[in-house]
């Protein structure tokens, strides 16, 4: 039997992920969660043999969570479910030892399927994420740009960013200055959205 965690913040959605799963004679979903910072007390409490994570998910990403599981549960495997419009998650997602990385709009026997390969140890990606993956390229921004980013999206002023990040206003908004331009936008918004859109943050 292989046991599941589904972390989905759109309750329809996760519902019926857990509907859809809970139909396969090995399978067992041993836990349901909504949000990115309850996935690991969670996964300790239940131990799952498979993590089938949302990126976008309230408190902390998926990816995050994947890299604690990987880090406090490494026999509990992790599969990303995410959108083409996001290639740029791949490389995060490997660098956070994600296991599988498959498509939201796929086919449910490729999801079935790649729970099934990824709990006998062997790694399942998409191949049109690769192909956009590659289109894409590596993100331009260092990883203390990309936090910078990723907290001005929250929409919090940069004396905020500055005191979560322990750094000073004046730094904060030089990240900023060079996300904006590595990005190719004209003010932090667009450089948010060009950001989130290719995966970077």
Not at 40 to 65: F, K
Not at 168 to 197: F, M
Request: net charge negative.
């Amino acid at each position: 039997m292989i046991r599941l965690l589904v972390a989905e913040d759109m309750p329809i959605l996760r519902k019926a992920l857990v509907a859809l799963l809970s139909l396969e004679p090995d399978f067992e979903v041993v836990a349901e969660v909504e949000r990115g910072d309850e996935i690991l007390s969670r996964a300790l409490a239940v131990q799952p043999d498979v993590a089938l994570l949302d990126i976008d998910l309230p408190g902390s990403d998926g990816l995050s969570a994947a890299h604690q599981l990987h880090q406090e549960l490494p026999d509990c495997r992790t599969i990303v479910l995410t959108g083409l419009s996001q290639p740029g998650n791949l490389l995060r997602a490997l660098t956070a030892h994600v296991r599988g990385f498959i498509v939201k709009d796929a086919p449910a026997d490729t999801l079935i399927d790649g729970i099934r390969r990824v709990a006998a140890g062997q790694r399942v990606i998409d191949p049109d994420l690769v192909a956009a993956a590659l289109e894409t390229g590596a993100s331009p921004l260092t990883p203390r740009e990309a936090d910078v980013l990723r907290a001005a999206a929250e929409g919090i002023s940069t004396t905020e960013i500055g005191s979560r990040l322990f750094l000073s206003p004046a730094t904060v908004r030089n990240y900023l200055s060079n996300a904006i331009a590595k990005t190719g936008a004209s003010n932090r918004i667009g450089a948010i959205r060009t950001a989130r859109d290719a995966g970077w943050i």
